[in-house]
């Protein structure tokens, strides 16, 4: 009985997060946007440091800033740090005529295929570049996204739920201006969104 509870409630959590990402999925970012890859998971002894390293699932985290750098909106995806997958994405995610603000990471040049600006900025790596003006806002994002999943989820399987786990906090940041509204907005959601069976919500979204 209590295997047929925590099969229902994790179905009933994953039915919402998926909800929330088609909810999300043709999200649209202009205007100024800061740009940035980031991982999930834990640390992987004995293995390689920094981008391409083991055991981690890379992520790309955009935020859209006021002009004065407050952060407005942001996109999430579950992706590695390649031009061909900022190539999608900027053409799902990114208005033609947004300004895209990037370190050196050459991928992200991908933006301007879709005719928005690339402002590169080389940051020297390291915890110096986390403090750079021009990318508190996604840095704050991203602090405040790892916080969030690590302090209300022991662990999930971050190479299959990713997508759903980004897209909830996604949900939730983007929503955050009128908070008497998330709930109704949910709701809605989960309405709108297509049947989602039980052996489709637990296919990794890399095997569809």
């Known amino acids: 009985q209590l295997g047929v509870s925590y099969r229902s409630a994790w179905l009933m959590k994953h039915k919402i997060l998926e909800a929330m990402r088609v909810a999300e999925g043709d999200r649209k970012l202009d205007g100024r946007i800061e ?20 055991n ?15 952060p407005l909106y942001a996109c999430l995806s579950a992706q590695p740090p390649t031009s061909e997958a900022m190539r999608a994405f900027a053409a799902r995610h990114i208005a033609p005529s947004a300004t895209v603000v990037s370190d050196g990471l050459w991928c992200f040049r991908a933006a ?3 005719g928005a600006q690339h402002e590169r900025v080389v940051t ?10 021009q990318f508190k806002a996604v840095n704050t994002l991203l602090g405040n996204l790892k916080t969030a999943i690590t302090g209300t989820y022991h662990a999930f399987d971050f190479a299959k739920y990713a997508h759903r ?12 201006f009128d ?11 989960l309405l709108a969104a297509p049947p ?6 637990r296919t990794a979204e890399v095997a569809r």
Request: proline share 6%; hydrophobic share 35%.
């Open 179 to 189: 908070m008497k509204t998330i709930l109704p907005r949910l709701l809605q959601s």
């Open 35 to 54: 740009v940035d890859d980031a991982y999930f998971g834990g640390e992987f002894c004995g293995g390689k440091t920094g981008r391409g390293t083991d």
């Open 165 to 176: 786990y980004l897209a909830e906090f996604q949900f939730r940041f983007n929503r955050r």
């Open 196 to 201: 989602s069976p039980e052996h489709w919500l």
């Open 124 to 133: 020297g790596g390291g915890k110096a570049s986390m403090k750079l003006p």
């Open 56 to 70: 981690k699932v890379p992520f790309v985290a955009a935020v859209q800033t006021s002009p004065e750098g407050h």
């Open 112 to 114: 301007t295929r879709v």
